[in-house]
């Protein structure tokens, strides 16, 4: 069912499961561990407080003073946990989103 043409792309894969170099909001290497409890964690609060988290083009609308583009891609709903690939979310894209696709 991953379909474009109504602006809807289910199953997007946005966490894995397990140890991976990330980072701070400095741009810092930080070291992340995400669990399968972790990410039910994150999935069960998104989803009961049914926020939606924006899909930016560049990440750069999570650094601060960065002069970057942050028009919204889409944004994220839907969270689900594949205990053996991770945290999965459904996108709904916006006009600009649809456009980079």
């Known amino acids: 069912t991953d379909t474009i043409d109504n602006g809807i792309i289910e199953n997007v894969h946005i966490a ?3 140890e991976y170099m990330g980072s701070d909001a400095k741009g810092n290497p930080v070291p992340e561990n995400l669990t399968v409890e ?7 609060r998104l989803n009961t407080t049914n926020t939606e988290v924006l899909a930016d083009i560049d ?3 999570s650094k601060p003073g960065v002069d970057k583009d ?3 891609a889409g944004w994220f709903n839907k ?3 594949d205990p ?4 999965f979310a459904t996108l709904k894209l916006t006009k600009h989103g649809k456009e980079l696709v």
């Open 79 to 81: 969270f689900i946990v």
């Open 38 to 44: 972790s990410l039910q964690a994150i999935a069960d």
């Open 84 to 87: 053996l690939k991770g945290l």
């Open 59 to 61: 990440h750069g609308a």
């Open 16 to 18: 894995p499961i397990g």
């Open 70 to 72: 942050t028009k919204s």
